[in-house]
């Protein structure tokens, strides 16, 4: 499943989310050279977070294929900046294009119920929650991890609490068919969680490269739990009168 659109117009621009959006897209072009292959590389050595590096489990000089024609070699100076910095970087452009369409579609609304400096803070947090469940699920893993992710997966976990009802107009795939459906946002971003936990079961404990499961499942619990006391209960009351508004506005037209 794949989200196209919300029913759930936003209020305010989201400059916040614009913002991220521009910084990730700034990585991509500055430091990750569009994804040539020596960029690319050089930022997942200088840039990613490596748990077993960070946590000095990973030995000294073991080198890293990063591509087929560069590796890492780990001096064990990792940086705690890297827990920052690896979020705000990708792998190629199908994960960067994707990661960014999911925080378009619902970082919006959830930048409405809290504005958009406690927005950053709250994203920071997600992805910093993020990598903290990826590290525990393998402390001493020699794999490069990079992505928005984490980060993004505390937004639908936000939007998820805030607007389960919301209809969220999806993309479904189902062999050679495809179909567009509307699906109530706790089912669509449920099943999204759902599919993460299960898909990191085996990978727990395992070293080899992928998916980052469980920052997946990190962000998205420390969306649904930091949502709560971040957010402006008086930004929602405010956002409801105003869709009111709108809607009498719509039928009085």
């Known amino acids: 499943m794949f989200p196209l659109r919300d029913i759930n117009p936003a209020l305010h621009r989201p400059i916040a989310v614009m913002l991220i959006l521009l910084v990730n897209a700034g990585a991509w072009t500055l430091v990750q050279g569009f994804g040539q292959d020596l960029p690319l590389a050089r930022s997942l050595c200088e840039y990613a977070l490596i748990p077993g590096e960070l946590?000095?489990?990973?030995?000294?000089?073991?080198?890293?294929?990063?591509?087929?024609?560069?590796?890492c070699q780990l001096e064990g100076d990792a940086s705690a900046w890297t827990l920052v910095t690896h979020m705000f970087l990708h792998g190629?452009?199908?994960?960067?294009i994707g990661n960014m369409w999911f925080l378009w579609v619902f970082g919006d609304n959830v930048?409405?119920?809290?504005?958009?400096?406690?927005?950053?803070?709250?994203?920071?947090?997600?992805?910093?929650?993020?990598?903290?469940?990826?590290i525990a699920s393998d402390p001493g893993a020699a794999v490069?991890?990079?992505?928005?992710?984490?980060a993004i997966g505390g937004v639908m976990g936000a939007y998820a609490r805030l607007y389960p009802r919301t209809q969220v107009i999806t993309?479904?795939?189902?062999?050679?068919?495809?179909t567009t459906?509307?699906?109530p946002a706790f089912a669509m971003l449920g099943y999204w969680f759902f599919i993460q936990l299960i898909s990191g079961l085996p990978a727990l404990g395992s070293a080899s490269g992928g998916v980052a499961f469980w920052a997946h499942v990190g962000g998205f619990l420390a969306g649904v739990l930091l949502i709560g006391p971040m957010h402006?209960?008086?930004y929602l009351i405010r956002r409801a009168q105003q869709m009111e508004r709108r809607f009498f506005d719509s039928r009085h037209f």
């Open 232 to 234: 402006r209960p008086d």
């Open 171 to 178: 993309l479904i795939f189902l062999g050679f068919y495809w």
């Open 111 to 134: 930048e409405d119920a809290m504005g958009p400096l406690r927005f950053v803070a709250f994203y920071v947090l997600c992805g910093l929650a993020a990598a903290a469940a990826q």
């Open 92 to 96: 190629g452009w199908f994960h960067i």
């Open 55 to 71: 946590l000095g489990l990973a030995p000294v000089g073991t080198v890293i294929p990063v591509s087929p024609n560069f590796a």
């Open 144 to 150: 490069p991890m990079v992505g928005a992710s984490g």
């Open 181 to 183: 459906v509307a699906i």
